[in-house]
Each structure stands twice: as C-alpha cells, then as structure tokens.
C-alpha cells in the first residue's frame, strides 16, 4: 500500500542545516523581528503622534470658539457700561424718593414700609406708598365723603377735635 504523505511532505519538516547555516538563519530571524518591533513601535508612535495632534487641532477650535464668545461678550460689556452709571443714578434717586415719601407720611408709613417683604424693591415699596398714601394722612374736615356713617362721625370727630362720645349700642 502506498504511503499518504506525499514526497514533498516528507522533507519539509526534516530539513538539516550545518551550523553554521542554522546561526545565518537565526541571524536574520533575530534581525527581522528586531526589524518588526521597531516597525511595530515607529507605527505606534506615528498613530499616538497623529492622536495628539487631532487633539491638540480640537482644543484649539475649541479654544478659538471660547476666545469668540469672550470677544462678543467684552463687546457687549462695553456697550453696556455707559448705562451702568446711569442705572446707579436711577437707584439712588429712586432710594431718596422713597426716604422722602416715608418722610413726609410719617412714622406709620416708616413702620408699613419696614413691614412689607424684605423681597420689594425700593421702587415697588415706592409704588406700593403711593397706591396707599391715603392710609397714612390724617382726616381733615373736607374728607366726609363716602363710607359708612360711622366712619364719617369718625373722621368728623377727628377733624373738629372734640372728645368722643359714648354711644349706646342697643340690641
């Protein structure tokens, strides 16, 4: 019966060499894969290379779209900073106003107005004053118009300073 191995099998793995051939062979296999590691390392260090530079191409987009933004806004500023002087001005005129306003109406009005949400601003405490200014001046003769009677005997008693008078509820 005929061997299956064919006769090219049989000598490819029975090669001989003498040793001197055999140390040529490992010469040049040591210096081919001395040769792929430093192919293989010099591949890496051009891709980690070409890593860092994208990198670094992105922050600096990056960057210039920030540098952009802060241009735009230190423009911005610069066109707002004349109105910030007048904004002050407006503060403290509104703050004297309202002082005035207290001032004139008196200590009720000074005590509502420390009573009111610490949350207002001097100039809704200032239009809440004048929406109210009523509540704080006293009754002269010539306000005896609407209310009810009792109010009116009220104010009119205010008003001519005489003593009160007791009056009788009956049920």
């Keep these: 019966m005929p061997d299956p191995k064919t006769d090219a099998d049989k000598g490819q793995g029975e090669l001989n ?8 062979i490992d010469k040049l296999m040591d210096k081919a894969r001395i040769g792929a590691r430093e192919k293989a390392q010099t591949d ?10 994208a990198a670094e191409k992105a922050k600096l987009e990056a960057d210039a779209q920030w540098q952009k933004l802060a ?5 911005r500023v610069k066109e707002l900073e004349p109105f910030e002087a007048q904004a002050k001005a407006y503060v403290d005129l509104i703050d004297s106003m309202l002082k005035d306003k207290i001032k004139e109406l008196g200590d009720a009005a000074k ?12 100039i809704e405490k200032l239009v809440w004053l004048n929406q109210n200014e009523d509540l704080f001046k006293e009754a002269g003769p010539h306000v005896l118009r609407g209310g009810s009677p009792a109010t009116r005997r009220k104010l009119a008693t205010k008003a001519e300073e005489k003593p009160k008078r007791r009056v009788r ?3």
């Excluded at 890496?44 to 530079?53: G, I, Q, R």
């Excluded at 241009?71 to 423009?75: G, S």
């Design 71 to 75: 241009a735009r806004h230190e423009t």
């Design 111 to 122: 005590k509502a107005v420390a009573g009111l949400p610490e949350s207002l601003t001097a």
């Design 44 to 53: 890496a260090a051009e891709a980690a290379k070409v890593a860092k530079d």
């Design 17 to 24: 060499f003498t040793k001197e051939q055999q140390a040529f």
């Design 169 to 171: 509820k009956t049920l």
